[in-house]
């Protein structure tokens, strides 16, 4: 399985919006920031609607063969529990914080990843639970700044969050138990610092990354 969709042509949507599922470090607010800072937010929401073929890829295959999901990447930090996690988180931001029919694409990859993650618990036999708390107030004014700079209409900042909590609900449950069982981390919504793309990481900083990996569970 690919890390993420590949766009066809010239344009480098994908480098764009690398950040929210790519890297060292998977952060929602790296990939929507470079898009509002390059003005190419119409972009991301096409990018976002990409990853519904991705997440449909990804139910075919590790429904019907479980054992691909026990797989790590061979990229150190990275896992698709993570980048379908991340996705959700994405598109329920914008799904949450815009009208109705602004931005359809996150909206059916919303439904359709949430799907994914919904089997996928059932396959792993997880038992969802209460999700620890991922998105403090603070990270959620970052980005809730951040779409309100993007020239999108957006609701109230209560209104968004009341309404990101409840899509939220729809799936934190559910990859919570996923990352129980599989051992694998789920990602952060914000974070200090630029994302540390894997070819930037120097030798020993992987070994350090591959001795950890024997106490806990994959970044």
Known sequence: MTERPR?????????????????????VAAGIGRAVDRGQVDELLVYLGEWEGWAAELMETHLSYPVIGYYRSQHLGQNWLASITAVLDACALIAAATPVNTADSATLTFALARHAVSDLTYTFRATPTPAPERLESAQFEEL?????????????????????????????PQVAALSSVLAL??????????????????????????RALSRGPLP
């Open 7 to 27: 766009r066809l042509g010239g344009d480098h949507v994908g480098e764009m919006a690398g950040p929210i599922c790519n890297g060292r470090a998977v952060r």
């Open 185 to 210: 981390s789920l990602p952060h919504w914000t974070g200090s610092g630029k994302p540390l793309a894997n070819w930037h990481a120097d030798v020993p900083e992987r070994g350090r990354a591959g």
């Open 144 to 172: 809730y700044d951040l779409l309100d700079r993007s020239g999108l209409a957006i609701a109230d900042a209560p209104t968004a969050r009341a309404h990101l909590d409840e899509l939220r609900g729809m799936y934190e």
